[in-house]
């Protein structure tokens, strides 16, 4: 039980273009999904925490309008990367609060290239 | 603001021995904690956590932490390490109920045969 997926696992885009990195929890809902980002050989770093039928909440430094975050059912949260540039690249993970549980189900993550 | 310190950046040992990775952290009120564990390329896999009760948790692969309050301290160890053990090891701390995981800088684990 408590499955995070994410799709795709790897991206390869253009500079300029945008990315929509899924992540859903398969077998259980999650209230609560979190953003990180992770930067070769280093730690998670949070971007966002998102709550389902809300707006996100972005920590300090994350700009909201390059990094959308929409969660719009109890299984499912999209970071979308607007106008991605190279220094986008990066491991995203994603992860999942079941209700009422206090742990997070964490996903295997995105690998984002920008060319 | 709640923090975690892992000391050590790099840990080597040989397959056999024993290990323990250090955490420390800081947290204003009770913390719940966590070790997870990282391969190449891949998400993390939670080994043990900790939230109340028995301060010695025991985790998957043989793990078990120990919650020192005194000393802001969630030690990991393992009486006798496997090749397969080579990975990176993350402490994080939070508070639970949909609140955010801040995470240490890891610990690069690697195991000589």
């Known amino acids: 039980g408590a499955v995070v997926s994410q799709h795709p696992s790897r991206v390869i885009c253009k500079s300029g273009t945008s990315v929509k990195i899924e992540c859903r929890s398969l077998d259980f809902q999650a209230t609560t999904m979190f953003w990180y980002r992770q930067f070769p050989k280093q730690s998670l770093m949070l971007m966002a925490t998102s709550n389902e039928g809300s707006k996100a909440t972005y920590e300090q430094g994350v700009e909201k309008d390059k990094f959308l975050i929409n969660h719009a059912s109890l299984t499912l949260s999209t970071l979308t990367v607007t106008s991605a540039h190279p220094e986008d690249s990066s491991f995203y993970i994603c992860?999942?609060?079941?209700?009422?549980?206090?742990?997070?189900?964490f996903g295997p993550g995105t690998r984002l290239t920008v060319l | 603001a709640q923090s975690v310190t892992q000391p050590d950046i790099h840990i080597t040992v040989s397959e056999g021995a024993s290990l323990e990775l250090r955490c420390n952290y800081s947290?204003?009120?009770?913390?719940?904690l966590f070790w997870y564990v990282q391969s190449p390329g891949q998400g993390l896999q939670l080994l043990l956590k900790y939230f109340s009760g028995d301060t010695l948790v025991q985790g998957i692969k043989g793990f078990e932490a120990e919650f020192k309050r005194s000393q802001s301290s969630f030690n990991l160890r393992k009486p006798s390490v496997h090749w397969s053990d080579a990975a990176e090891y993350f402490c994080a701390v939070g508070a639970g109920g949909g609140n955010k995981l801040t995470f240490g800088t890891g610990t690069q684990l690697k195991v000589e045969l």
């Open positions: 992860s999942a609060e079941p209700t009422g549980v206090n742990e997070q189900f």
């Open positions: 947290y204003g009120a009770t913390p719940y």
